[in-house]
């Protein structure tokens, strides 16, 4: 074989690779010579881009096609019509038409929340929206179903939520971190990706080059793994949804000993003195000590005490992973720990202060300058309405009905036709019977997919669209050093096209096409995304290569940034002079602006409050908390099809991680097959042990491709083992309106182990 660096580049979210094709078939993905690190996750292609689950023909769902009464009721289960790219685009380009005269373009919901592709220029959303905006725009979501409760309540007390994105950067923390406390651990699984593409995988190396320096860690969590073992953690096992408590706990008990630091808490921080009453219990008669939130979390008081003696003397980190805002009241955990960390007076020092989830994405103390790198332009969205992303089945179940979203009142528009390009709703939204049920709203449903997964499955029409294999394509984000021009290895399976080339049609056929293009090929694009982004760069003071250059080298590594700053230390030597973009200039501790707008059981500064979902409600009918987290052998529901998902599916589905002492009582045996089930849905699992986790609590990845079939009670039971069947579509408060997925109830009872899995079976296509 010849040297393999002078094969193709692709790019992904979770890594670089080189693409080596034999007789116009992939062969093989070799990793990015400078990787050292690579993800596992990329081999996942590996047979799948042509096996029978591709989309080849453009498709459109029988009984929407012959008008049939009851047809949206058919979604998900229904018979596909394999039409030509011109009967495909003219369907969709009438569709829009119509139901845009009729009902106004706030009737098509263009959201489409998703992960889609790395490249720059193909990314389905951006493409999507630049097309429904040369049309006249669409209803749009707001936030993510990663951390929209952080992203919402940093915004508020520091003023911005990009701060998520600029932790204290490794080499800092190698240098000066003494302790490392992280809330949900730091699991390396999820550091295999990073958003826009992945070129040098650091979070390990930097783990332990840290661990090497001397640095100590602190993991809590309710399962021991969410740190890596190498680091040596101390593991503090606590009841999930308990950490606010936790951390209440650790600031009481540096209040009481006067190890807070008041100059801080003075200079740059607002409404200290009104937390503090709430901390010591004066104003509700409950101190929140250790004591207190010992029997909240279940851990002892003294380990409480000891780490709260640790954290004011050492260098500290506090890490707050993102998983804790996707749980009820998810606003407080990054409220409270911004908190304790302005308690401990360390925010802006070297090394000391906060971290929003490290781990979290590769990217997240990724050291790198902040470059604004170009992207596809949008055009204008003169649509005004929009909604908190994962309030979607609440929008399609309840038009023209009023909600409460960080201050707003708002209304959720009617909506008639659903476009989805680059994202997998049956995949990432919780509470899948009631999805199911709010999907049969719209009139129509349009999906770009290249795989027939469970979103295809449940639309009306189906745009094949190629995968990045198939195209060149840029990868250059801000998150990652590395600049990559991608090649297409293989030619576009069957009849796929780009997302580009498919609303290029369909523009045609509207009269918009010059508005969509602006006169540009593809390539056309790239160049001009790379220019743009080349001149933002100089005015950073990077120097980036030709495009010539950087197609014929195929790559560039930006500088590692020396020295690195942090974010918050201008801030914190002259708060007048550097303020943050808040009312007061400061950190808000209280919060005049959620005072003065939410109801009454909402306290204007960080607060505990009891879920109705976690351990502390847990009933003989609902025993345990499911923790549906990310999974370390795909991203989402990407490539479950292929053969590294595959190879850890155990019995063809999802394994459920269990304490064997919990298995044991209910007559359940490693490798068994069980139903996982509340009054919302069921999933079928295969049981897995393992001790290293607080009894009481399952876990299992998300991802599965839903396989549903309908229960006596009509709830959805998915054999694969979709854990979103089981979770809740519930709102983290008024403020954020976020998901909530952590926090889950569940039962748990053996299953036939000879229930049939179908998840990998396209639809009948006539
Ligand atoms: N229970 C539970 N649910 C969760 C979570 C959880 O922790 N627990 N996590 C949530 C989080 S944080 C997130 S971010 C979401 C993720 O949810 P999603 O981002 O929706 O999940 P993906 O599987 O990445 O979906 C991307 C889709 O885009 C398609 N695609 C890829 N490339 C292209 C392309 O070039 N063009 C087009 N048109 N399509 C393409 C893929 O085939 C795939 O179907 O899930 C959320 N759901
Ligand atoms: N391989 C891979 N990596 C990914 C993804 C993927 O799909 N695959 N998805 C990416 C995306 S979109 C996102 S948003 C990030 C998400 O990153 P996170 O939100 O951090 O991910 P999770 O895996 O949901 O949760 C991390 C850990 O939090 C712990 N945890 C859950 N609830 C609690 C709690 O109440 N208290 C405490 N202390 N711990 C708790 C769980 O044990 C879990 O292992 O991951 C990204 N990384
Ligand atoms: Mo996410």
Request: glycine share 8%; with cysteine; aromatic share 8%.
């Amino acid at each position: 074989m010849c040297d393999k660096t002078s094969l193709p580049l692709t790019a992904a979210h979770w890594g670089v690779y080189r693409t080596e094709v034999f007789e116009g078939q992939l062969r093989a993905l070799h990793p990015f010579e400078h990787d050292p690190q690579p993800s596992a996750i990329g081999q996942g292609y590996l047979g799948v881009i042509d096996d029978s689950l591709r989309i080849r023909e453009p498709m459109v769902r029988k009984a929407w096609l012959d008008k049939q009464a009851g047809a949206n009721r058919r979604r998900g289960d229904d018979t596909f019509v394999a039409v030509s790219w011109q009967e495909a685009e003219q369907l969709v380009a009438e569709e829009l038409q119509r139901l845009s005269r009729k009902f106004g373009n706030q009737s098509i919901y263009g959201g489409s929340y998703g992960w889609s592709a790395a490249g720059r220029f193909h990314h389905a959303q951006s493409q999507l929206h630049r097309f429904l905006n040369s049309i006249g725009g669409y209803t749009r979501s707001v936030n993510t179903y990663s951390l929209a409760a952080g992203e919402v309540i940093l915004s508020r007390i520091l003023g911005s939520s990009q701060f998520i994105h600029t932790p204290p950067a490794w080499q800092t923390l190698i240098e000066q971190t003494e302790l490392l406390v992280a809330f949900g651990g730091m699991p390396l699984r999820n550091a295999q990706i990073s958003s826009g593409g992945t070129g040098r995988h650091r979070a390990r190396e930097a783990l332990m080059q840290a661990r090497q320096a001397g640095v100590s860690f602190v993991n809590v969590s309710p399962m021991r793994s969410d740190v890596a073992s190498e680091l040596g953690a101390q593991w503090l096992m606590a009841r999930p949804g308990s950490d606010v408590a936790i951390m209440l706990g650790l600031a009481h008990e540096i209040l009481r000993n006067n190890w807070h630091d008041s100059a801080f808490i003075k200079h740059n921080t607002h409404g200290f003195d009104e937390f503090a009453a709430y901390l010591t219990g004066k104003t509700d008669g409950v101190a929140k000590s250790a004591a207190w939130a010992a029997n909240i979390a279940r851990i002892p008081a003294n380990e409480i005490e000891q780490l709260a003696k640790r954290m004011a003397e050492s260098r500290t980190i506090i890490s707050v992973s993102w998983s804790m805002t996707r749980q009820e009241h998810g606003e407080q955990p990054f409220w409270m720990a911004t908190t304790l960390a302005a308690m401990l007076g360390q925010i802006g020092l070297p090394g000391g202060g906060i971290a929003y989830g490290y781990c979290a994405a590769n990217s997240i103390g990724n050291e790198r300058e902040n470059v604004n790198y170009a992207a596809l332009p949008q055009l204008v969205n003169p649509i005004r309405d929009f909604i908190p992303v994962s309030r979607i089945s609440d929008m399609l179940l309840n038009p023209g009905e009023q909600f409460r979203y960080d201050g707003q009142t708002l209304t959720f528009p009617d909506i008639r036709l659903i476009y989805w390009a680059g994202g997998n709703p049956f995949h990432h939204h919780q509470d899948l019977t009631r999805l199911r049920e709010a999907w049969r709203k719209p009139e129509t449903i349009i999906v770009h997919e290249w795989c027939w997964n469970a979103s295809a499955k449940h639309a009306d029409i189906v745009l094949p669209c190629t995968t990045p294999l198939e195209r060149d394509d840029l990868m250059i984000t801000p998150r990652d050093r590395y600049i990559v021009k991608m090649n297409a290895a293989i030619p576009a399976v069957g009849n796929s096209r780009d997302d580009y080339e498919i609303f290029r049609g369909i523009s045609r056929h509207l009269g918009v096409e010059d508005v969509f293009t602006e006169g540009r090929s593809s390539s056309q694009w790239l160049e001009w995304i790379y220019q743009q982004s080349r001149s933002l760069a100089k005015k950073t003071g990077i120097d980036l290569p030709s495009y010539r250059e950087l197609c014929q080298k195929g790559w560039h590594e930006t500088p590692f940034p020396e020295p690195i700053s942090d974010v918050f230390s201008a801030f914190r030597q002259d708060p007048q002079a550097a303020p943050l973009d808040t009312p007061s200039g400061k950190i808000e501790i209280r919060c005049d602006a959620i005072a003065s707008y939410a109801s009454a059981d909402l306290l204007p500064h960080p607060a505990w409050y009891e879920p109705e979902e976690w351990l502390g409600k847990a009933t003989e009918q609902l025993p345990f908390h499911l923790i549906s987290s990310q999974p370390a052998d795909k991203l989402h529901s990407q490539l479950d099809h292929g053969p590294i998902s595959r190879s850890l599916k155990r019995n063809k589905r999802t394994p459920i991680w269990i304490h064997s002492c919990d298995a044991k009582r209910l007559g359940i045996a490693d490798g068994d097959t069980v139903r996982v089930h509340n009054n919302r849905g069921a999933c079928l699992a295969t049981a897995s042990y393992d001790d290293e986790r607080l009894p009481g609590v399952v876990q299992m990845s998300t991802g599965a491709w839903l396989d549903a079939i309908e229960q006596a009670d009509g709830t959805l039971l998915c054999r694969h083992g979709n854990p979103n069947t089981v979770t809740r579509d519930y709102a983290t408060s008024e403020i954020a309106q976020g998901p909530t997925a952590h926090s889950c109830l569940v039962a748990i009872e053996p299953h036939d182990a000879k229930t049939p899995v179908e998840a990998f079976t396209p639809p009948r296509i006539v």
